[in-house]
């Protein structure tokens, strides 16, 4: 099972990836918000407190992506990246 607390490091690996990009944490009474800020542009993404399949963790990364490109930031590759 996926905790919260690997979520937000998941969160918190993948935007090293994104200049300029800038992401928070907010909680409400049953779920997790990640918030997600660009060049002045924001967006709130709700992510489970816990998951729901094994695919739950690598859904959410991805949906950040989207939102960060849907926001014309462009993602860095690393030496170290697979």
Do not use: C
């Amino acid at each position: 099972m996926t905790t919260v607390r690997e979520y937000r490091e998941a969160f918190k690996r993948e935007i090293l990836h994104w200049p300029r990009a800038k992401i928070a944490f907010a909680k409400t009474a049953k779920h997790q918000k990640l918030i997600i800020r660009y060049r002045g542009k924001q967006a709130k993404r709700t992510f489970a407190s816990t998951d729901g399949d094994h695919r739950a963790l690598k859904n959410a990364v991805s949906d950040m992506r989207r939102t960060l490109r849907r926001f014309g930031a462009v993602r860095m590759k690393n030496a170290n990246d697979n």
